[in-house]
């Protein structure tokens, strides 16, 4: 591990001015301090923001919720009134790494991680992601990869609570050039499409402050297969949320993680369920949407059955 500066910052301003040019926002350390060590990033100064109190909280509202970047992955999973109106979140959060990492691990660096490419996280590598010149995986072992991706780089957004968020329409609002921004989920991942050197849009320096998730979706879930019951990434992910009237889904969102650089959403799959019963063949005309143009790699294309199982299921949990 190569030497850095420590500071901590006590206020959003001052962690931003803290941050200087070449410095990182530390929260739980799980993601950051890993590359540290393997060489991956490298760090001129580490900014300590846990003790920022303003993004410590949760706010429970009437028509949305707030969500700190601070609050930590476990206090999501145990908090007993979230569970009751987001539980796709809850189970989101429940299924994160285990539970020392659910402990100390943010909302904002789960959102913020990077890529778990093994390629990526080789320190000898210097692929596509890091600037090199090839993506390793389109060749190598692409067990783990992306079905869909606008770029080269096939490495898949595998947070867990991005994808929950994606399809409960929630907001990130971050600090940029000394204001607040918002963005849509999709607005939060989008660069990593197009850019092969991306893991998310968040620019150097900018902040997350929290995310807002609006209440009008009374039903979640969140669904996921492994290889491992814990300490482990998904496979594949689905999160659904939406409002049940007389067994029929209005207001859907489906997204998917593990299967693309951005949380997976199709628009079309959306407007289809819109009136439906929420019923088996339902559910399988929305998976045939959501699948719709998937490109498996010589080791991925069980992801797709995979993916399918996960939708269908995700979609008929909502009305359990
Ligand atoms: C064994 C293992 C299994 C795991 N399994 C899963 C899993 O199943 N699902 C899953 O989703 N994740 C999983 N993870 C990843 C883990 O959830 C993340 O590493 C963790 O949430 C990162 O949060 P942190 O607070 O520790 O972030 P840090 O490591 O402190 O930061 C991560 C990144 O985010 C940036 N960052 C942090 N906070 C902010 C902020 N507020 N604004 C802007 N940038 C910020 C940092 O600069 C850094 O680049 C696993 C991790 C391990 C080690
Ligand atoms: S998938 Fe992306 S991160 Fe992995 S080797 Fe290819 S370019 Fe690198």
């Not at 289809?272 to 088996?280: D, H, S, V």
Request: glycine share 8%; net charge neutral.
């Amino acid at each position: 591990m190569r030497p850095f500066e420590y500071v901590t910052a006590t206020s959003i301003e001052t962690a931003r001015q803290l941050l200087g040019a070449n410095g990182h926002y530390l929260a739980g350390g799980n993601d950051l301090l890993g590359r540290l060590k393997d060489d991956i990033t490298e760090a001129v100064r580490l900014v300590n923001i846990k003790g920022i109190g303003a993004l410590r909280h949760i706010e429970p509202g009437p028509d949305r919720w707030q969500i700190g970047a601070l609050v930590t992955i476990a206090e999501i999973e145990d908090h007993a009134e979230l569970r009751k109106i987001f539980p796709g979140l809850q189970q989101a959060a429940a299924e994160v790494g285990s539970q020392q990492i659910r402990n100390v691990a943010t909302l904002g660096g789960n959102l913020a991680q990077h890529s778990r490419c093994w390629y990526y996280r080789h320190r000898d590598i210097q692929c596509l992601k890091k600037r090199g010149r090839i993506c390793y995986a389109l060749e190598g072992d692409n067990r783990y990869h992306a079905l869909f991706t606008g770029n080269v780089c096939i490495s898949p957004v595998v947070s867990n609570l991005a994808i929950a968020l994606t399809a409960l329409d929630a907001t990130a609002v971050i600090w940029r050039d000394g204001q607040e921004r918002r963005l849509t989920m999709a607005e939060l991942y989008e660069l990593a499409w197009d850019n092969p050197t991306a893991h998310h849009s968040l620019r150097p320096g900018d902040l997350l402050l929290r995310v807002e998730i609006p209440t009008k979706r009374p039903r979640s879930a969140y669904l996921q297969v492994s290889e491992k019951h814990s300490f482990d990434w998904a496979l594949v992910s689905c999160a659904a949320a939406a409002r049940l009237e007389n067994g029929r889904i209005y207001d859907a969102r489906v997204a998917l993680g593990c299967i693309s650089p951005v949380p997976h959403q199709v628009a079309a799959a959306n407007q289809f369920l819109e009136g439906k019963p929420l019923e088996r063949d339902v559910a399988e005309k929305a998976a045939d949407l959501l699948l719709t143009g998937a490109e498996p790699h010589e080791h991925n294309a069980y992801k797709i059955p995979m993916a399918r199982a996960l939708i269908r299921r995700t979609l008929l949990q909502l009305g359990t």
